[in-house]
């Protein structure tokens, strides 16, 4: 792999063993370590920080995206698309004894534009589900965290806010909290639940999964006449007309269930820059040629992620049962691709966390629908945050917890 020559100096960071930091603070000293280049001195792990916001994109996205533990919403793409939205993309890997351990993009703004004097300097970061780890172990977490809190206090960050996709109550999930990171106000992303299928190499062992009235209903799709198409989101032509039929199903599934939904310039370009870069890959199912239900899925490391769906007012999915054939040509599809597992997504919202225990979750019916496919729930952690200034961090979670 290429590095890069960084645009600004790299820097390095003498970090205390992260199990020993529940006990004590780290003791931070700054010392010269050559031009350009900065040190905090604890004890024996060095931490490398290396700036790759000037990396090709797929040199990144080997890394961030591809890797075991990748994630789409770590891509070059995804942090080019939220240029457009006032952010700005910073790129970072960080490295322990000269290997590589994790990776984090971060979206940085200013806290507030046009502020006068030292106030102007002021940022607000986040990594969404970062940091990346390339070594699935709570010292690699340690290293990337530690790396997280340097740059936030360098670049004058009022805070840092990560959700990486960590189980809760998981070993990694540990480090957090050791690492001088606090819960955030509130959690960023809509969901912190996961469906996932653990797939299998053979159609029987599959199968073997489903749920009886799930594998009826794929058989009865086939029987109705249904046929799934994958688009070839690398390719201009098929991209384009296939995304602009995907979003006018998605904006009307929105309407039906009262889910948000972008405007369509916005999401149009987000599903443009993630095909174009073979992160995202998009399916259809329908019935004598007519595209009836869609699914934009994404490439996170070892799992394919289920993102977006969607499906026309005048589907008659009880009697087609398109969908069911839709996910199980899809998660075959992921199989055969080297996929270990299938997230079918989230089934809990802000104001329904948690997977849903009875039918007086709004979310049940989903969670019926994605378990009878074999999928195993998982709780990811919520997000933290880190304030390298304690003051402008207690204001900041003040201000959010009012918005």
Not at 124 to 150: F, I, K, M, W
Not at 155 to 182: C, I, K, M, N, Y
Request: glycine residues 8%.
């Amino acid at each position: 792999m290429r590095r890069a020559t960084s645009i600004v100096p790299s820097a390095t960071i003498d970090m205390a063993d992260e199990r020993d930091r529940m006990a004590r603070r780290l003791a931070e000293v700054w010392v010269n370590s050559g031009a350009g280049r900065f040190s905090v001195v604890a004890a024996a792990s060095r931490v490398a920080v290396i700036d790759a916001s000037a990396w090709a994109a797929a040199d990144w996205d080997a890394l961030a995206v591809r890797s075991q533990l990748g994630d789409a919403f770590q891509s070059h793409a995804w942090g080019e698309l939220k240029r457009g939205l006032a952010w700005t993309p910073l790129r970072y890997v960080f490295e322990t004894d000269g290997r590589p351990v994790a990776v984090a993009y971060i979206q940085e703004r200013a806290l507030v534009r046009r502020l006068p004097g030292p106030l102007g300097r002021l940022r607000v970061q986040y990594s969404p589900h970062g940091p990346v780890l390339l070594d699935a172990s709570p010292d690699a977490a340690a290293a990337a965290l530690a790396g997280l809190r340097q740059i936030a206090a360098r670049r004058h960050a009022v805070t840092v806010t990560v959700d990486p996709v960590w189980e809760e109550g998981s070993a990694l999930s540990g480090v957090l909290g050791a690492a001088g990171f606090h819960r955030a106000a509130r959690d960023v992303q809509v969901s912190r639940t996961a469906m996932i299928v653990p797939l299998e190499a053979s159609q029987e062992a599959q199968r073997a999964k489903l749920g009886h009235t799930t594998g009826y209903d794929i058989n009865r799709a086939r029987k109705a006449g249904v046929t799934v198409e994958h688009v070839n989101m690398t390719d201009p032509a098929d991209r384009e007309s296939a995304t602009a039929e995907f979003f006018e199903m998605h904006a009307a599934t929105g309407r039906r269930e009262g889910f948000i939904v972008r405007d369509r310039h916005y999401a149009m370009e987000q599903w443009r820059r993630l095909g174009e870069s073979d992160v995202a890959g998009l399916w259809f199912a329908g019935v004598e040629g007519r595209r009836e239900t869609g699914a934009l899925v994404l490439r996170c490391g070892h799992l394919l992620t289920y993102f977006a769906a969607g499906s026309r007012d005048d589907a008659d999915m009880r009697r087609t049962r398109a969908n069911h054939l839709l996910q199980w040509e899809i998660i075959r599809w992921a199989a055969a691709s080297g996929f270990s597992g299938y997230d079918m997504g989230g089934v809990d919202t802000h104001d329904a966390p948690g997977v849903p225990q009875d039918e007086t979750h709004p979310l049940w019916n989903l969670f019926l629908f994605k378990r009878r496919f074999g999928a195993v729930p998982q709780v990811r952690v919520r997000a933290h945050e880190y304030s390298p200034n304690p003051v402008m961090g207690a204001a900041w979670r003040l201000l959010r917890r009012l918005r």
